[in-house]
């Protein structure tokens, strides 16, 4: 990870904020805004990503299977993060309903696997494999690793997680076994990877988080990394600090578990794009949150954008 010292002043201001308070952000954009009539998120120039947990997919059988093949490719995303993927055989057929698109499948649990949809013809997979394979305590599912090179270009690293879920929000620090202990053990151990195994590397981490990084900080899990805003930046805290049920990745809660954060290689790339980050109301394509709900999921996809290739003039 490279330490900058050089910082446009606009994200200076919002690492300050992180600084002086753990749920601090500046608001840059609007998260209640739709931009569009349609819904393709993505763009031909942008690097577009997104994580969405399908609830032990495929939740409707076959249902569930239609809904999506018409859904996906009208979201013109380059990358799509999953989790609890309870069969595997639906996805592959899934991907076979879909033009240019193909999956990786962590195989590290028999169930609520890990995967990676992803579009062929924007980006190319050069390796994938799981971490932490051995500790299920702070991962009762490994993190799911993979190294994609974007139009043959840019090469970055995703890190698709599901952390545990529940808990009470409080930290019980006597009990190991604690959900916000373990959530917690979880970013330390991803910092700690990253810092090591993937310094100066473009590094998205992305997933279904099971917590929320707005909270106080004698509960907050996200510390190691909202700790160190110099290093990570969480591109939903905007989203987080001005929750609603309209913009919830977990409207039954209205809460903001599935969460997208950069290392600091990739600040520019996320400003160049206005520090996009997007709740995709999935639900408006198929009629109603009943309907997406009982056919789909639970959760709604979260997805960020990023200019890989600069667009400023040389200084």
Not at 47 to 67: H, I, K, Q, S, Y
Not at 88 to 110: C, F, G, K, M, N
Not at 151 to 174: F, P, T
Request: hydrophobic share 35%.
């Amino acid at each position: 990870m490279r330490y900058r010292f050089k910082i446009l002043p606009l994200l200076l201001l919002m690492l300050i904020l992180h600084l002086m308070s753990c749920g601090t952000n500046t608001q840059l954009t609007d998260p209640n805004v739709n931009d569009s009539s349609d819904y393709a998120f993505g763009t031909d120039e942008t690097f577009d990503v997104a994580t969405w947990n399908l609830r032990e997919f495929p939740w409707a059988g076959n249902a569930t299977l239609d809904f999506l093949a018409q859904i996906i490719p009208q979201l013109h995303l380059d990358v799509i993060a999953l989790q609890e993927i309870n069969d595997q055989q639906p996805l592959l057929e899934l991907v076979a309903r879909l033009d240019h698109y193909s999956v990786v499948i962590s195989q590290a649990t028999t169930s609520y696997k890990l995967a990676y949809l992803y579009n062929t013809h924007t980006v190319h997979l050069t390796d994938c494999y799981t971490i932490f394979n051995s500790d299920s305590n702070p991962f009762p599912r490994p993190p799911h690793i993979a190294k994609f090179l974007w139009h043959g270009q840019q090469e970055v690293y995703l890190i698709n997680n599901h952390l545990k879920a529940y808990g009470d929000n409080y930290i019980d620090e006597s009990d190991p076994w604690d959900e916000e202990v373990r959530r917690r053990l979880a970013c330390t151990k991803l910092d700690e990877y990253i810092s090591t195994d993937l310094p100066d590397k473009k590094v998205i981490l992305l997933g279904d988080m099971n917590d929320q990084i707005h909270e106080p900080r004698e509960y907050n899990v996200f510390l190691p990394f909202i700790d160190k805003p110099e290093e990570y930046l969480f591109t939903t805290m905007n989203i987080a600090q001005n929750l609603n049920w309209q913009n919830a990745s977990y409207p039954g809660m209205t809460s903001m578990i599935d969460h997208i954060f950069i290392t600091n290689e990739l600040f520019d790339a996320y400003e160049l794009t206005g520090f996009y980050t997007r709740t995709l109301n999935i639900e408006n394509m198929v009629g109603s949150w009943s309907t997406y709900s009982n056919s789909i999921t639970d959760h709604r996809p979260v997805a960020a954008r990023f200019q890989l290739i600069s667009t400023k003039p040389d200084k």
